[in-house]
């Protein structure tokens, strides 16, 4: 027993002196290592590194020596420029808190080291190219001296890295890379410039940035690299990007001095229904609802010089099979998507020689089947081609969408589309750019329809065919909107243009035709009109249409207003709305006219117009427009048929809100077979005369002119013979419903019709004024607001009437001077040719003398008075 205790004594005799020598030569020797390994990577690196702290261990991965170093930084390499890197940390390299370097314990004593393993923990890489293509991670130096001794080699057999994050930034192809390195293996072996890597990691990505195009999802991937980096360039073996199973392959050349390239980037059979997990947030929530599936294929090759000023060549084709969209919530489906497409940047690497073609194009929708192509070349200035056909179902498209906004959808829309031509360059493209080429296309509906819930917009019964080629045309494109039918033909010019909102003039010309109109219906509700009047914005006539459009209606009905036989032409140009010969029969008569409203640079509008009717039942017009808004005159206070003329000009805001007080108009009017009937203002008059006849007012004819302004409806000096009385009346009556009528009677006339009833004589009128003919006048004034009527003598228009009728009997006079002794030639004349003028009213009534009888009164009037003291006998 005591051989075997001799022998683990002497053992650990042996191990204790082994474990006292090796520590004794690691702290002996550290100095001595850390000087030479550092002196040999400051030889072979060309960059500065630094380390806080060291350690030398023989014991801990005995029989290996290993070097500890904390706080290590190794310095980005010089000659790129770092300006153009912001918030980014260029000065770095790597930064690590710890690392460690083994060799064999020999190469102590040969002074030879053969790196065995390098182990990274804990770091930051940062690896940056400049816009030139100059890079911070050249750390080789090239060594042209021939003496062995100064030759240092760098057998990097295995670098282990974990939780290294690393940050890529190429300004060249504007990307940015961020992951982090977990449990990653590297074999290089460095001699010189020349270096053999291959590589491998389990990386987390964590975002990724191509121009404007931005993720920020975090998944996992493997990456094995294995590459040659000599005088020459970088030599690629297969170099592999996993994920899912998923592989993407590169190999190739890259020669950074000369910014030369020559890769080959492929991926087979990448299932793209894990595509949707590596998509972030924001990418992630606007496809929320749908789930990609297919076969993909990518196939890129990428040669030849990438500076500022050249591209390389590249040549990219991609395919899918067996591909779809499927929408969640749905369960509907677009599937059986299949199409190949390639991009080439052609014999001279420019935009002008660039080309991009996706052909065989196949898709289904529900039970809609679609094919195409789409072409496009010259991307200096790019001509493209499109073609599409298929048969769209609305109801599947609205419901693949996801557009609940659309009330439900039927039909179905056949679709023959050609496009082609030249499109503006610019920095992005959209679907609506496809608007600028040339048309060749068909849009056939086939009992189509749809409706915007709330917005009062209901679309049935669509059947018609739009062609767009050059114009678009439509020959009696049917349809139901709103619960009325409407048939539309014509040819409109830019249209597609137009709607996808390209700065161009929309014009053409529009036939439109219904057999009932009735506007109220497409009237929003007055709930629907509440919750938007806050945001409505001031109405704006487009400044880019100018389309002329025919009119024509069986039927107009608005509320209790009914129309017939509409007929006008309607043109619309930059802040102009002109209609043209509008006539419609309407309340037993004709109205015809024409009128403009204007756009004003303050966004306020200004309507003229002018307008004819011609024996309209001014009952009927009363109860049609709820008596204009009006309580004075009401529809069972009048009647008769009514013909006229009406020039008027009305302001508007921007809200197309009347000023009503701005209003200007002037016309003429002529009522026949009139009547009023309990009208308050006539029956106050009735009662302050007590001439119950006056209550009920007929009247065969009555014609006179009328003016608006100033917010008044002003009724020139006319005659009325009526089945009451005979008056003249004048006056004005405003918008707000006061009024003022100055009325002039006979006071013979009112006498013998109350005769029978009292005999009251002229005494009983304050203001009376006698003719010169024996007719005594009697003048009134009637005032007064709504109901209110006030009537009362009328003083002044009484003796401006005695001042005018003596400046009349002198003139008279003078007249009969003339005539029987020739004095005054002049004057004479002049009254002559007044005598001579047409009156400017004309009427006549009904139960009143005969025309003949008027002019036999005329004739005794001319020989009554003074005149008979002076005629010749």
């Not at 020598?21 to 290592?33: E, G, H, I, R, T």
């Not at 940015?176 to 020349?194: E, Q, W």
């Not at 003339?818 to 009254?831: D, F, R």
Request: charged residues 25%; contains cysteine.
């Amino acid at each position: 027993m005591k051989f075997p205790k001799k022998i683990l004594k002497l053992a650990g005799i042996l191990v204790v002196s082994a474990v006292i020598v090796l520590f004794a030569l690691s702290v002996a020797l550290q100095d001595k290592v850390a000087e030479v390994i550092i002196r040999a990577l400051n030889k072979n690196l060309a960059t500065k590194i630094e380390i806080g702290s060291y350690h030398l261990s023989l014991l801990r991965k005995f029989p290996k020596a290993s070097f500890e170093l904390k706080n290590i930084r190794v310095y980005s390499s010089p000659g790129f420029e770092k300006s153009g890197f912001s918030d980014m940390n260029t000065d770095t390299l790597l930064a690590a808190a710890s690392a460690s370097i083994d060799f064999k314990m020999i190469d102590l004593f040969r002074g030879v080291y053969s790196f065995k393993a390098v182990n990274v923990r804990s770091g930051n890489l940062n690896l940056f190219t400049d816009s030139a293509g100059r890079y911070n991670y050249s750390f080789t130096k090239r060594e042209t001296q021939g003496d062995a001794e100064r030759e240092v080699r760098l057998n990097l057999d295995r670098i282990n890295v974990s939780d290294v994050r690393v940050l890529y930034s190429d300004l060249r192809a504007d990307l940015v890379i961020r992951g982090l390195l977990k449990n990653g293996r590297i074999r290089s072996r460095i001699r010189g410039a020349n270096i053999d890597f291959d590589g491998s990691s389990d990386v987390l990505f964590t975002h990724f940035s191509l121009k404007r195009t931005v993720f920020n999802r975090s998944f996992n991937a493997r990456m094995d690299v294995g590459l040659n980096r000599n005088e020459k360039g970088i030599f690629f073996r297969k170099s592999t990007i996993s994920f899912d199973k998923q592989d993407i392959i590169m190999t190739g050349l890259i020669i950074p001095d000369d910014n030369y390239l020559d890769l080959s980037i492929s991926g087979n059979h990448i299932d793209i229904s894990k595509a949707f997990h590596y998509l972030s947030g924001n990418y992630k929530t606007i496809v929320s609802e749908y789930r990609p599936y297919g076969i993909f294929d990518l196939d890129c090759r990428i040669k030849g010089k990438s500076t500022r000023f050249e591209d390389p060549h590249y040549d990219i084709a991609v395919s899918l099979e067996a591909g779809g969209l499927h929408r969640v919530r749905s369960g509907l489906k677009m599937n059986d998507v299949r199409f190949t497409a390639s991009m080439t940047n052609g014999a001279r690497n420019r935009p002008e020689t660039s080309t991009l073609g996706i052909s065989d194009f196949t898709a289904g929708l529900g039970s809609s089947v679609f094919s195409g192509s789409f072409s496009a070349s010259d991307f200096s200035r790019p001509r493209a081609s499109l073609k599409f056909r298929g048969t769209l179902i609305p109801s599947e498209l609205r419901e693949f969408a996801g557009m609940e906004a659309l009330g439900p959808c039927s039909g179905s829309v056949d679709l023959d589309i050609s496009l082609s031509g030249v499109i503006e360059k610019k920095d992005h493209y959209s679907l609506s750019d496809l608007a600028e080429l040339n048309s060749r296309s068909e849009i056939i509906f086939r009992s189509f329809g749809t409706e915007v819930p709330g917005r009062n917009f209901n679309l049935r019964n669509t059947n018609g065919k739009l062609v767009i080629a050059g114009s678009t045309s439509a020959e009696k494109l049917e349809f139901n909107l709103n619960d009325q039918e409407f048939s539309l033909s014509g040819n409109l010019d830019n249209l597609p243009k137009w709607l996808a909102g390209k700065p161009v003039n929309l014009t053409g010309h529009a036939y439109v035709y219904s057999p009932c109109l009735k506007p109220e219906y497409f009237f929003s509700s007055p709930a629907t009109r509440d919750e938007t009047v806050k945001a409505r914005a001031p109405l704006a006539l487009p400044r880019d249409v100018m389309i002329d459009l025919t009119v024509k209606l069986d039927s107009l009905k608005y509320k209790k207003f009914d129309a017939g036989q509409l007929h006008g032409e309607i043109s619309l140009k930059p802040g102009m709305l002109n209609f043209r010969s509008l006539r419609f029969k309407s309340q037993d008569g004709t109205v015809t006219g024409n009128g403009i409203v204007v756009q004003n640079r303050n966004k306020s509008f200004t309507g003229r117009g002018s307008f004819s009717v011609s024996n309209v039942d001014v009952k009927k017009s009363f109860i049609s427009f709820n008596n204009f808004g009006q309580n004075f005159l009401k529809a069972e206070n009048i009647a008769g048929s009514l013909s006229g003329t009406i020039t008027l000009v009305l302001p508007a805001d921007s809200m197309l809100n009347p000023a009503m007080k701005s209003l200007v108009a002037e016309g003429k009017y002529s009522l026949s077979d009139g009547a009023l009937i309990n009208f308050d203002p006539v029956k106050a008059l009735s009662k302050f005369i007590s001439l119950s006849e006056l209550e009920n007012i007929k009247f065969d004819k009555l014609d006179n002119d009328f003016f608006i302004r100033n917010n008044y409806f002003y009724v020139p000096v006319m005659q009325i013979r009526s089945s009451a009385v005979d008056l003249a009346v004048n006056g004005r009556h405003s918008f707000d419903n006061a009024y003022e009528y100055h009325v002039e009677m006979l006071l013979s006339e009112i006498l013998s019709r109350k005769a029978k009833k009292n005999r009251k004589t002229s005494s009983e009128f304050d203001e009376v004024e006698d003719d010169g003919l024996g007719r005594t006048r009697v003048f009134l004034k009637l005032m007064g607001k709504g109901e209110d009527v006030d009537v009362t003598y009328d003083m002044k228009a009484a003796g401006s009437k005695i001042k005018n009728d003596l400046r009349n009997e002198r003139q008279m006079l003078k007249t009969i001077l003339n005539e029987e002794y020739g004095w005054y030639p002049s004057e004479t004349e002049q009254v002559k040719k007044e005598t001579a003028s047409k009156p400017r009213f004309r009427i006549s009534w009904e139960g009143t003398e005969t025309t003949g009888t008027e002019q036999k009164t005329s004739s005794e009037k001319k020989d009554g008075g003074i005149r008979k003291f002076f005629r010749k006998k």
